[in-house]
């Protein structure tokens, strides 16, 4: 499997933006996607989620702010990210992992990571 991450950019405080994430190959075995994130001197951080069954999961920094959604004829998987403030300023990551795992899906039970797209916020 092979993800792809994209849409990242500038964007001013308040602004938004939507992130995907392409999955490419074997994604038929795939049962939770998500999203991660790293800011400059810091661990990486969960985002959001999709587990199995379609149960959606967001870090309570980004819950009524962030949105989650996926096309599944397209093998992709979408954040919506409104009221963009400078703490969001990261690089974003998407996974995939073949678990099944209901709700939060932990950061070692991802099989495949994509590469990260940068996101930064200006004030």
């Known amino acids: 499997v092979q993800l792809q991450a994209y849409g990242g950019g500038l964007v001013q405080a308040g602004g938004s933006l939507i992130l995907a994430c392409a999955a490419s190959?074997?994604?038929?075995?795939?049962?939770?996607i998500g999203w991660y994130r790293q800011a400059p001197g810091k661990e990486r951080e969960f985002v959001a989620n999709?587990?199995?069954?379609?149960?959606?999961k967001y870090a309570d920094s980004v819950k009524g702010r962030f949105t989650i959604t996926r096309d599944n004829a397209k093998n992709t998987v979408y954040v919506q990210m409104n009221s963009l403030n400078v703490e969001d300023t990261a690089v974003y990551y998407c996974?995939?992992?073949?678990?099944?795992?209901?709700?939060?899906?932990?950061?070692?039970?991802?099989?495949?990571w994509g590469q990260g797209t940068q996101v930064t916020v200006s004030s």
């Open positions: 996974a995939a992992g073949t678990l099944w795992v209901d709700g939060f899906v932990r950061e070692n039970q991802y099989d495949y």
């Open positions: 190959g074997s994604t038929f075995h795939i049962n939770a």
């Open positions: 999709f587990s199995t069954g379609g149960i959606t």
